[in-house]
């Protein structure tokens, strides 16, 4: 069977300027520029080996931090929460138009979270509380996830079962190419909990293509000048790389630094 390809400046259905217009739109952002090299172009898009530097993301922090009102573009609080095997660390975002987004605080409740209830109170007290905002309001997290694919994987049950309608979820990651970024799932009947299915190499592709912007706007990065400096060794211990696995090039990550609990 003969195959072609041809781009979309050949449509009938599609004028120049439209065309245009839709690129300097889609480059805003590496993964909607990849939908339009796909789609407009007819070409495929494949990226090599990507590494971002923890030093110059540092360098980027901004004036901003605990105690300050929120900035005003931000709209939605959000948060992730890793589980270790003593201490419970805790993430919160916020997120504008374009899906830019500002890393607010980084927390750490320190407790083994199979024995104590005291970390898991923490938590709970921090992801309930509010925050001043520029405009005069205040903001609560409007979701979280909080990872049960390590350590103390039924007591994470537990904890979000009760708080689902704060749309507090429990997540465990799974690896692959085209994975949806979550995906949540029926209550399980033997866990009785509803469980978002995150796909890492997903997951980890956008949050990559989006360090690497330069410029205030969609998908844009912002850091806190209260995140130390390990917090960026561990988001960037990853490399992200592009193998053929049967002849299709697929992203997958390696980690090239020990610790890589803020990624």
């Not at 407009?40 to 540092?58: I, M, Q």
């Amino acid at each position: 069977v003969a195959g072609f390809h041809i781009n979309e400046l050949y449509s009938p259905w599609s004028t120049w300027v439209g065309i245009v217009e839709n690129f300097l739109e889609a480059k805003k952002r590496p993964e909607t520029l990849r939908v339009w090299v796909n789609t407009s172009l007819g070409e495929t898009w494949e990226e090599e080996g990507l590494t971002v530097d923890d030093v110059a993301l540092g360098g980027r922090r901004e004036d901003y931090g605990v105690g300050d009102p929120l900035p005003e573009r931000i709209l939605l609080l959000t948060a992730g929460v890793d589980v270790q095997g003593d201490r419970l660390e805790a993430c919160a975002w916020g997120f504008g138009l374009g899906e830019e987004s500002w890393v607010i605080q980084h927390s750490v409740f320190r407790g083994n979270p199979e024995t104590s209830l005291q970390v898991w109170r923490d938590l709970d007290d921090w992801l309930l509380r509010t925050w001043p905002h520029e405009s005069g309001n205040t903001l609560r997290i409007a979701s979280a996830c909080v990872d049960s694919g390590g350590h103390a994987t039924q007591q994470v049950y537990d904890f979000c079962r009760k708080r689902e309608s704060r749309r507090i979820w429990s997540i465990i990651g799974r690896a692959g190419a085209g994975l949806p970024l979550l995906k949540l799932t029926p209550r399980r009947t033997r866990a009785k909990v509803v469980l978002g299915i995150v796909g890492t190499d997903t997951a980890k592709g956008l949050l990559f293509s989006r360090l690497g912007l330069s410029e205030f706007g969609p998908g844009y990065v912002h850091f806190s000048r209260d995140v130390y400096d390990e917090w960026f060794k561990q988001l960037t211990s990853e490399k992200l790389m592009t193998k053929h696995i049967k002849g299709i090039p697929t992203r997958v990550c390696k980690q090239i630094r020990a610790r890589n609990e803020s990624l």
